[in-house]
């Protein structure tokens, strides 16, 4: 295991970067593709990581890999270290998991925010998360909370999952405000909060009043366009964001990749573990719509009184869906 630890550490110098390392046990890591510090969902998913290590006594090591080049042969790497676990985040890492896991079957891959492989991997669990559920609750939030005829969304990027988050959104928004309309843009990066503020500060100076943002650090620009302007309301996509605007960040469209990566660790590591692939959503409460406590304490009277007046229509939808009397469509262009 030290040779590949050994080689790792070399394969991070020209980039890409790896976090220490916890204990003495056996290996498990997390290769990421967005950078740590993003208030959000790798910052959960690295201390979810630490968790298991420290509970189990395990060896943890983060790595970020910005460079795609590098994706495969730090799988490679890990292999060759005789990892227990490996974690990847997102879709791009699919095809450097095909290459590599098929070739390390004593290690068990885990891809978060993976769409099913065919056909399966025996050592390879891909995970799926039914975020447009959550976006569908932030619509009903919003076309409830908004004075406007529109609210706005603000994505990280045009892809599949996002772009049906946008059109469940308008679903719910239409469902309790049938002329409501939804303004949508995308940054086109994760990690851009600059143009989100710039997006955000457009859309705001236009009349909107209340802006899902979805564009993990990113959000920090949406977030920050609502604090200088009174009356505007976010709904963030990570808890950590209701500190950075406690009288404007009302909810979040939660997907808790942090407790999403520490339940497939702990399945990880039972012997009767297996492959294939994964649904998340509201049933299992990593996918959710939760309002934020600080707002309730922070927020003008109005805006909270706002806020709790039509909470109740969002229980009601969310208990719909998890019953199956209500389906929300997943439609991946833009309607």
Not at 14 to 22: C, H, K, L, P, S
Not at 123 to 151: F, K, P, Q, W
Not at 201 to 230: C, E, H, K, T, W
Not at 284 to 299: I, K
């Amino acid at each position: 295991m030290l040779r590949g630890l050994a080689a790792l550490a070399g394969a991070c110098a020209f980039g890409d970067r790896a976090e220490a390392a916890d204990a003495t046990g056996p290996l498990v890591a997390l290769l990421h593709t967005q950078a740590a510090g993003d208030n959000g969902v790798v910052d959960g998913m690295i201390a979810a990581l630490h968790r298991v290590a420290r509970e189990r006594g395990l060896t943890a090591r983060a790595v970020y890999a910005a460079d795609p080049s590098n994706f495969e042969p730090i799988l490679q790497l890990l292999g060759e270290a005789g990892a227990a676990i490996v974690f990847t985040t997102f879709e791009e890492m699919t095809e450097p998991l095909k290459a590599v896991a098929p070739a390390f079957p004593k290690t068990r891959y885990v891809q978060i925010y993976g769409d099913p492989i065919v056909p399966p991997i025996a050592n390879l669990r891909t995970v799926s998360y039914e975020t447009h559920l959550s976006s569908y609750l932030a619509g009903v939030c919003g076309a409830r909370m908004s004075r406007a005829d529109r609210i706005g969304y603000i994505g990280g990027a045009s892809i599949p999952n996002l772009v049906a988050g946008v059109n469940a959104m308008i679903a719910g928004a239409r469902s309790v405000r049938p002329n409501a309309g939804v303004d949508a843009a995308f940054v086109g990066s994760f990690q851009d909060p600059a143009k989100a503020l710039e997006i955000a500060n457009q859309m705001f100076a236009g009349g909107i009043d209340y802006v899902q943002a979805d564009g993990a650090a990113s959000d920090l620009g949406v977030i920050q366009a609502a604090n200088a302007r009174p009356g505007r309301v976010v709904s963030g996509g990570a808890r950590p964001q209701f500190a950075l605007g406690p009288a404007t960040v009302a909810a979040i469209t939660q997907c808790d990749f942090g407790r999403s990566m520490y339940g497939q660790a702990m399945a990880a590591l039972r012997p009767a573990w297996t492959g294939g692939h994964y649904k998340s959503g509201l049933q299992d409460g990593v996918v959710d719509f939760v309002a934020s406590p600080l707002f309730v304490r922070a927020a003008p009277a109005a805006e909270v009184e706002r806020l709790r007046a039509l909470w109740p229509a969002v229980e009601r939808a969310r208990a719909q869906i998890v019953a199956g009397t209500l389906h929300v469509p997943f439609v991946t262009v833009l309607t």
